[in-house]
């Protein structure tokens, strides 16, 4: 459930956000390389099938949350051709990263990245048409506060797309997901990005958080509408939707 307190750095007297701020600003120099990488680049599949989502809705304005680097953001500009997205991180390490490439790409007059939190999101209600996280809300510190601020900037009839890790329950997938996710993951993250603690907070986050019918629920209690959850390869990612 979303109050199980799993952090990057269990001796540290931070608070969780300030962990993930920290641990982000740590390895975002290697971040893009190791989820192409360590997904076989399969990620970039599960993110188009994320924003495919929003196609009919054509969103002119468009919140995307825990951005990072801003891979998401270009991928939506690419595929939806919103006016503008504007991109939040608590990390401005991975913003710096994502800056650079929106500047190389020339999209600055398109996307915006700025240092911002989920759970106070720094615009009026009803902003946006359209609201993306791509694997980032189980980082956030408290789960409803953060989906409550979406709504809450989220224009009627807009709708709440999150791309989010799950855990596979078919065998042999399950089995092979966590041998992969508990030994593997946390040695690419030391020897790739210099980052053990980083690696093995992924799986452990992954497993605490909730999924399913179980995060649907708590889209719905949080006030989203119409919302819909579909799996990805076996269950490893699943696609949450829900509009206000």
Known sequence: M???????FATSALSKKEQVATMFNDIAHRYDFLNHFMSLGIDIQWRKKALK?????????????????????????????????????????MLS???????KLGLNNKITLQLGDSETISFPDKTFDAITVAYGVRNFEHLEKGLS????????????????FSNPTVFPIKQLYNLYFRYITPLIGKWIA????????LPES??????GQEMCNILTNTGFQA??????????SSIYCGSR
């Open 149 to 164: 601020e979406m709504l809450r900037v989220l224009k009627p009839g807009g709708k709440l797309v999150i791309l989010e």
């Open 206 to 211: 992954v497993k605490a958080f909730p999924q």
């Open 194 to 201: 210099k980052s053990e603690a980083a690696y093995t907070y």
């Open 53 to 93: 989502q929003l196609k009919a809705l054509q969103p002119k304005k468009m919140l995307d949350v825990a951005t990072g680097t801003g891979d998401f953001a270009i991928m939506a500009n690419k595929m939806l051709q919103p006016d503008t997205i504007t991109g939040i991180d608590i990390s401005e390490g």
């Open 97 to 103: 990263h994502g800056r650079e490439k929106i500047n």
């Open 227 to 236: 919302v819909t959850c579909k799996k990805l390869t076996f269950g490893i």
């Open 2 to 8: 979303s109050d199980k307190k799993i952090v990057p």
